[in-house]
């Protein structure tokens, strides 16, 4: 596609309850990123993925944070039994292999009732 | 622990002024540097990227690196209004591909 493309745009959803954010990278983009955005504060990276090698998981705040990447396009990041704490805006990103500026998408603002 | 330090802010400048934007990194082997924008509840985008030490310039925005100092700057110049935004210094790893940022500088240019 022309850019990246995360969905849904908003998602309200009850404490305890599991999570699936979606996201699709560039066309030909082979890294992808998650980070996750607090009001008001900086990028928190998550996770990446190039490639077909062993993604980088070493952000992900907990065991109840996961993400698989198919067919080395699409990407899910799944939140389950989800906490108030979870609150935040969830980006992706995407980049070429080889150049190393990402682009992001819209992100997924997530609220915890 | 690796960091990107930014001064939060808020920096305001005079429509027409230099805007500083600074950032210091931890890693001293780090070889990608990138500065993005983002306005409020938007996504960040990229505006300059830069890889040798010296200035490199696009427009009214220059970034300027020091790998020496662990340093890198971004300079605006005729700051106008819309330049008001979040802008946030990034890092990339060196022998990986993650990429830490660092809390970001709040900007406001005052018409």
């Known amino acids: 596609g022309a850019g990246v493309s995360q969905s849904p745009s908003n998602k309200v959803t009850e404490k305890g309850k599991d999570v699936e954010l979606r996201c699709d990278p560039i066309s030909g983009h082979t890294a992808l990123y998650w980070y996750r955005q607090s009001l008001g504060q900086g990028l928190e990276f998550l996770i990446y993925?190039?490639?077909?090698?062993?993604?980088?998981k070493s952000g992900l705040p907990s065991d109840r944070f996961s993400a698989e990447r198919t067919g080395g396009s699409v990407s899910t990041l799944t939140i389950q039994r989800t906490q108030q704490e979870d609150s935040a805006v969830y980006l992706c990103?995407?980049?070429?292999?080889?150049?190393?500026?990402?682009?992001f998408g819209q992100g997924t603002r997530l609220t915890v009732v | 622990q690796k960091e990107v330090e930014q001064n939060s802010g808020p920096l305001s400048v005079p429509e027409g002024a230099i805007a500083s934007l600074n950032c210091t990194y931890s890693?001293?082997?780090?070889?990608?540097f990138f500065w993005y924008r983002q306005y409020s509840g938007k996504s960040p985008e990229l505006i300059m990227s830069?890889?040798?030490?010296g200035d490199k310039e696009d427009g009214r925005f220059t970034a300027q690196l020091n790998k020496a100092s662990q340093y890198v700057s971004l300079l605006i110049r005729d700051s106008q209004p819309s330049d008001s935004a979040t802008y946030l210094c990034a890092v990339k790893e060196t022998g990986g591909f993650k990429t830490i940022f660092g809390a970001g500088t709040r900007l406001f240019v005052k018409a």
């Open positions: 993925f190039q490639g077909n090698s062993a993604p980088d």
């Open positions: 830069i890889y040798s030490n």
């Open positions: 890693d001293r082997v780090s070889q990608s």
């Open positions: 990103a995407s980049s070429l292999q080889g150049v190393t500026e990402a682009f």
